[in-house]
């Protein structure tokens, strides 16, 4: 396990999502990425919660959104700090591990499963 401060993990997960490409990061909307301390679910680094843009239609956050009511609340990506921490050796590997939980989490916003992202290594 690889303790590291808060601080320093907001760093870490702030330079993942910088390094997205810009083919992506530049499209994220309506999406808020926090830091929580931990995830009951044992092993759980990182998770996505919204509705990705592949499923999203015409509609989606109108007015007349009978989910939304007009009032999309953002997508949420959270990320799991002692989680992550207790999965990693080293500051260098959970550097790496960041990366890797991030690009996963954003790969969901745009509709991009676990099966795929496993196929592409980033499962």
């Known amino acids: 396990m690889v303790e590291v401060t808060p601080e320093r993990f907001e760093e870490l997960v702030a330079d993942a999502l910088d390094g997205l490409p810009p083919e992506l990061g530049g499209v994220l909307e309506n999406v808020v990425v926090v830091i929580a301390e931990r995830s009951r679910q044992r092993g759980l680094l990182g998770l996505y919660e919204g509705v990705p843009l592949i499923a999203r239609d015409g509609g989606y956050g109108a007015a007349g959104d009978p989910v939304a009511g007009g009032l999309t609340m953002p997508d949420r990506i959270t990320i799991y700090r002692e989680n992550l921490c207790a ?9 790496e591990q ?20 496993h196929a592409l290594g980033w499962g």
């Open 87 to 95: 999965a990693c050796a080293d500051e260098q590997e959970l550097v």
């Open 98 to 117: 960041v990366r890797i939980t991030v690009v996963h989490e954003v790969a969901h916003h745009f509709g991009i499963d676990d099966a795929r992202l």
